[in-house]
């Protein structure tokens, strides 16, 4: 990483900016579950539905701007996916049932991915094969910062301007400068000679070689799985730690921030680890 250029290091920054968008989507708001079940006249298990249905848009979105970028090139793609989290994060604030922010929550997760997933890409075009693992390394240490800074950056936001919309309008502000950043300072990566001119009828038949990889198929279900019981425990965190446990809003944001701390020793020791041995060894006997 020493080796960085100036030019390198500040694609660093950006991909890690965007890398932490879904995160910090995820958990900002998280402090404010109670207040928006208020505001909506419903209960809170309404509320976690709207994580429910941006974790369903992460999902779609993740098939979508991969073949896009093959497509159209990384730069634009992310551009249009910031424009589409922008607009509907302000279609969150003025969200006025429950129904409505599922719906917009969703489209707001279906943009906002396309930044993470054509992140990967680019570290991959823009980077030498001996620097890949650890910028990637170090984009999971953001993703393990972001849920700590989240419900701390969340519960202030509450306490100053007292409503949940605050919340949704430091989204806003995320992907507006985002979107400068990109503009202004982020490279096209994709070769031209390498951009794909037609991938509608490839895509489908990628996909499937690619499930029917045993290695592929066997890391994917891992970190599935790992995955999933991070967004169970996000989810029902707040109602399990304010509610039945009691916690107030400032307490729950240091015991899910302590949590979010593990995942980022996890990867901090990962990228040590990697100057020893190779990603296959660290899969599967990193001692032997």
């Known amino acids: 990483m020493k080796n960085l250029s100036v030019k390198q290091w500040s694609v660093v920054a950006i991909l890690a900016l965007l890398t932490a968008l879904e995160p910090l989507s995820i958990d900002l708001y998280l402090p404010g579950f109670f207040v928006m079940a208020e505001a909506f006249k419903t209960d809170v298990a309404q509320i976690q539905l709207s994580l429910s249905t941006f974790l369903g848009g992460f999902a779609v979105g993740q098939l979508i701007w991969g073949p896009i970028a093959d497509k159209f090139g990384r730069k634009k793609p992310i551009l249009l996916s910031l424009v589409i989290f922008v607009a509907a994060s302000i279609a969150c604030i003025y969200a006025r049932t429950v129904e409505q922010l599922w719906v917009f929550r969703f489209i707001q997760t279906v943009g906002g991915c396309g930044g993470i997933v054509i992140s990967c890409a680019i570290v991959t075009d823009f980077f030498g094969q001996d620097q890949r693992l650890r910028i990637f390394s170090l984009l999971s240490i953001i993703m393990g910062v972001a849920p700590i800074v989240a419900p701390l950056i969340g519960n202030g936001v509450l306490h100053v301007y007292g409503s949940w919309q605050g919340l949704f309008g430091v989204l806003v502000l995320m992907g507006v400068v985002l979107f400068l950043l990109t503009a202004f300072f ?72 302590l949590n979010a701390f593990g995942l980022i020793l996890g990867s901090y020791f990962a990228n040590i680890l990697t100057k020893r041995y190779t990603p296959e060894k660290l899969c599967k006997k990193p001692f032997s």
């Open 186 to 257: 982020l490279p096209e990566t994709r070769r031209k000679d390498l951009i794909v001119a037609d991938v509608g009828g490839s895509v489908i038949k990628g996909y499937g070689e690619v499930i029917r990889i045993r290695q592929f198929l066997i890391y994917s279900l891992v970190a599935g799985f790992i995955n999933g019981a991070l967004m169970i425990y996000a989810s029902n965190g707040p109602f399990l730690i304010m509610e039945a446990a009691g916690f107030s809003d400032s307490q729950f944001s240091l015991i899910f921030g």
